[in-house]
């Protein structure tokens, strides 16, 4: 803690030549969960706990330069012994980018990444640690073109010999990344593609590589807009089991009025046919590191392929928005689960359909650096949910959250 101090001194000692800024974040959040993820039956109680997010963000800019150190806390209200000093501060984010023209610059270091919608790379807000990436970004901006590539190559430790990554098998082992962004008019056009790669378990120096890119069109009408995406994965998986997998979605939004916003959407993911048994090629559509909390519902669910059994899903949702007042919002969505692929259980198929989700949340800002923020949602399941998620599919899954933010600008200073 000292030498945190000692560096804040010596950046606040030159911020008279320079645009500097320090913020605090607070986040505590309460939650109450009977059923979440995955449901519940007669042998298991309601869990309730507080976690909290806590974060010192510093941002510097001098000329070409500019960076970002973030530290933060996470915790579980009482998860840490009376009277005994447990180290948890950990590094955020730690950047600087340099830009080498008015056009182009370079940005390497610890940092939080995120494209269009979060889907396939987010910076994962909801979770209280958030997530951040070790890797170099190139940026170009030009006549309204948006052009970012990234690379990260990792290692667990220093080594005299050897690259080995099975400390922490399961993180990729390299990541690149390529973003093109360009608007046309009302037209909003962008390619994403990404190339993640996974040492093999129980092998030393053999990587697997999956590939995954496609389209994202916006059309943005006076009371409507439109967004199409499409992607396709190929590669091979950490397994080396061959992956042909896609994704699509489709939004329609609709300004009902000036207080009410109506979201339509269906998203496929695409999955493994159980009653293909002579196929070896993986067909379930993986998110990568993108969003998991924003989307198929805030009672999670569905994520991953692993939390369909790979089977795949199809999530049809309407979503509205009503505007209370400038600082008070209110939100209902409602999601329909089904299977994308044939599932097989004692010999049977079974019913693709899986259930219904409603979730319930307002947000509301009190001050500029104070927000509040709570939910509720509740699941209808079928047999065939009992069969893919476990549990009791005839008890009543609910879930509910309370958040508050506080993160005010504790010291800045003008250019």
Wanted: charged residues 20%.
């Amino acid at each position: 803690m000292k030498k945190l101090f000692i560096l804040l001194g010596l950046i606040v000692s030159i911020n008279s030549y320079s645009q500097f800024e320090i913020q605090g974040v607070i986040r505590p959040r309460a939650e109450y969960r009977n059923g979440y993820s995955t449901l519940r039956d007669s042998l298991v109680e309601y869990a309730g706990f507080i976690t909290q997010r806590t974060r010192l963000n510093m941002k510097f800019t001098k000329g070409i330069i500019k960076s970002a150190i973030s530290f933060y806390d996470f915790r579980v209200w009482g998860d840490q012994p009376l009277k005994k000093d447990l180290a948890s501060v950990g590094l955020y984010e730690g950047w600087v980018e340099i830009a080498a023209t008015k056009k182009f610059s370079i940005r390497f270091g610890r940092q939080s990444i995120g494209y269009d919608n979060y889907r396939l790379i987010s910076k994962v807000n909801w979770n209280q640690i958030g997530a951040s990436h070790d890797l170099v970004l190139l940026k170009y901006r030009n006549s309204g073109w948006i052009v970012d590539f990234g690379a990260a190559y990792n290692q667990a430790s220093v080594n005299k010999f050897g690259t080995d990554y099975s400390d922490l098998i399961f993180n990729y082992k390299t990541l690149n990344f390529l973003w093109l962004n360009k608007k046309v008019g009302k037209l909003d056009i962008a390619f994403q593609a990404i190339a993640d790669g996974y040492q093999k378990v129980e092998t030393k120096n053999t990587i697997y590589l999956r590939y995954t890119g496609g389209l994202i069109l916006k059309y943005f009408a006076e009371k409507w807009d439109v967004t199409l995406r499409g992607f396709y994965q190929g590669g091979e998986l950490q397994t080396g089991q061959d992956v042909s997998a896609f994704y699509q979605n489709i939004n329609l939004g609709i300004k009902l009025s000036k207080k009410f916003r109506l979201l339509g959407g269906m998203e496929f993911f695409s999955g493994n046919n159980a009653t293909d048994s002579l196929n070896k090629t993986d067909h379930a559509f993986n998110i990568l590191i993108g969003g998991r909390h924003k989307f198929n519902g805030t009672m999670d669910y569905f994520s991953v392929p692993s939390t369909t059994k790979r089977a795949g899903l199809v999530n049809p949702y309407l979503k509205l928005k009503f505007i209370v007042s400038k600082n008070v919002d209110i939100f209902a969505d409602y999601h329909f689960f089904r299977l994308y692929g044939d599932f097989i259980d004692n010999g049977k198929i079974i019913d693709k359909n899986l259930g219904n989700e409603i979730d319930l949340k307002f947000k509301t800002r009190i001050l500029k650096y104070l927000k509040l923020e709570g939910g509720y949602s509740f699941l209808f399941a079928t047999e065939s949910m009992e069969v893919i998620k476990g549990g009791n599919n005839s008890y009543f899954n609910s879930w509910a959250y309370f958040m508050v933010t506080v993160d005010p600008v504790l010291f800045t200073t003008k250019k």
